[in-house]
């Protein structure tokens, strides 16, 4: 249940393929509720309070590979993340490293091209 009394953004993603690109941010820990009745809008959130809502992208408007956006997932599990998707980090180091900006990130490329950080403050 959300907290009143704080505010929070939630990204909406435009999507080609809703499925596909659910069943990739389930791999992540986000998930809809099982009774969310809405076929062409998605709400996904993950046990910590972080949500993303997917729609369908209007056809030919986005393009794979040309992808301009991008959402930073931010979370403790930066490491069970990396473990779990390590193949697909899309840094040299397949690992997550400490940013100069102050951020433990990893990056990853996701549905339809999307540039999808995830990070933690660092503890450097």
């Known amino acids: ?13 435009p999507c ?7 069943a990739w941010w389930n791999r992540l820990g986000f998930s809809r509720p099982i009774d969310q009745g809405y076929d062409d809008y998605r709400m996904l959130s ?10 369908p992208a209007v056809e030919g ?5 040309r ?4 959402v930073y997932v931010y979370t403790p599990r930066v490491d069970s993340l990396a473990t779990q998707m390590r ?8 690992c997550p490293e400490h ?9 990853l490329n ?12 660092s503890n450097l």
């Open 87 to 94: 193949h697909e980090i899309i840094e040299p180091a397949k």
């Open 67 to 70: 992808n301009p956006f991008g």
């Open 46 to 55: 993950d046990h910590l309070g972080s949500e993303i809502h997917l729609n």
């Open 99 to 107: 940013k100069e900006w102050g951020m433990y990130e990893f990056s």
């Open 110 to 121: 996701g549905p339809d091209g999307l540039l999808v950080r995830i990070g933690w403050p």
């Open 1 to 13: 249940m959300m907290n009143q009394s704080t505010s929070r953004v939630a990204a909406v993603i």
């Open 61 to 65: 408007w986005l393009i794979p590979g």
């Open 16 to 22: 080609n393929d809703l499925d596909s690109a659910e």
